[in-house]
């Protein structure tokens, strides 16, 4: 857990981030890829020399690669094709059958999800391991990230903010924190485009139109992980606000993360604004930001994006080509 003092400065809060960048896998997603190949174990679904199969934006097939390698397992990842190309090079650097697929709907049964499930339905000894739905990744972060940010703020902790991918981590981590204090204000940070703001602030659940650049974060869907959920609020992040405070980051605070840490602390800024001095409010840096290096750090990919202006102009020089 660590103190991000620029922003609580600005705030008079204590903004607090759990430093998930740090993890062996680079990422927060090596907590969920434990707890879903230890489930897939104890429900007797894999044995030793097996495959694990998973559909994922990236971060959990790096995690669920690493544990394949610890404990023996094949790894086949589907991915869809708008991921970036340093995580596609991580899985194939640590061993994974990287299959990068079209990114269509959920309801496409060409999904990255489908074609994963297909092809562990296909093979002997497989287990597709389900991140969205399958419940023990929400387990992993109601057994570790939760109970870690109640001891490291020795129970002070006012509200918590995390952007959904799978919803594991906010899902896990409020159900927790309103175990042991129901007043802890639990406020999802979804990005623009994400259906699940409108569905938790207004009961509507329209289609995603999936236009932010941010990666692992934004749903179409209510997922089994995030469904029942104690959320009492959410708010949308435009990726404008989520590329500035990523670079405010970097310059400001020394952390090189990617956009949904980003996207998290500013919705942090705008939880502290809300509540007022005093407060402490937890997020999470999700991710490192050299997994993004050719997108998030790159003039022309930004310009395309029309996310240039979003950059703070003293920081520009940090722009690669
Ligand atoms: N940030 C990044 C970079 C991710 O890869 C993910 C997971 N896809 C998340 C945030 C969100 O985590 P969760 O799946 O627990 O909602």
Request: glycine share 10%; charged share 20%.
């Amino acid at each position: 857990m660590i103190k991000l003092h620029g922003v609580s400065k600005e705030t008079g809060c204590d903004i607090l981030a759990k430093a998930e960048f740090l993890n062996p896998g680079g990422s927060v997603k090596d907590r969920a890829a434990l707890f879903l190949i230890k489930d897939a174990q104890e429900k007797g679904l894999i044995s030793p020399g097996g495959t694990v199969v998973e559909g994922t934006a990236g971060n959990t097939g790096i995690g669920l690669a690493h544990i394949c390698n610890a404990l023996g397992y094949k790894c086949v990842i589907y991915m869809p094709n708008t991921q970036s190309q340093e995580k596609i090079d991580m899985l194939t650097v640590l061993g994974a059958d990287v299959r990068p697929v079209p990114a269509v709907p959920f309801d496409d049964p060409n999904n990255y999800n489908h074609q994963a499930k297909r092809y562990a339905d296909s093979i002997p000894n497989a287990v597709w391991t389900n991140q969205f739905d399958n419940t023990a990744n929400r387990r992993a972060h109601v057994v570790t990230t939760g109970p870690e940010i109640w001891e490291q703020t020795d129970g002070k902790v006012n509200a918590v903010t995390f952007g959904s991918g799978t919803g594991g981590t906010m899902a896990g981590v409020a159900t927790y924190l309103k175990s042991k204090n129901p007043a802890v204000k639990t406020v999802l940070a979804d990005p623009q485009g994400s259906v699940l703001y409108k569905w938790f602030s207004e009961g509507k659940l329209e289609r995603s139109d999936g236009s932010s650049i941010t990666e692992g974060i934004g749903q179409g869907r209510v997922t089994a992980n995030m469904k029942g959920a104690p959320i009492d609020e959410a708010i949308c992040i435009l990726d404008t606000e989520a590329v500035e405070m990523t670079y405010r980051l970097l310059h400001e605070e020394g952390f090189y993360v990617g956009a949904s840490s980003g996207l998290n602390v500013a919705a942090a800024v705008r939880v502290a604004q809300d509540l007022g001095p005093g407060n402490v409010v937890v997020t999470c840096l999700c991710d490192t930001g050299q997994r993004y290096f050719t997108r998030l750090f790159s003039r022309s990919w930004l310009d395309e994006k029309g996310l240039l202006s979003a950059v703070p102009e003293q920081y520009r020089f940090s722009l690669t080509s």
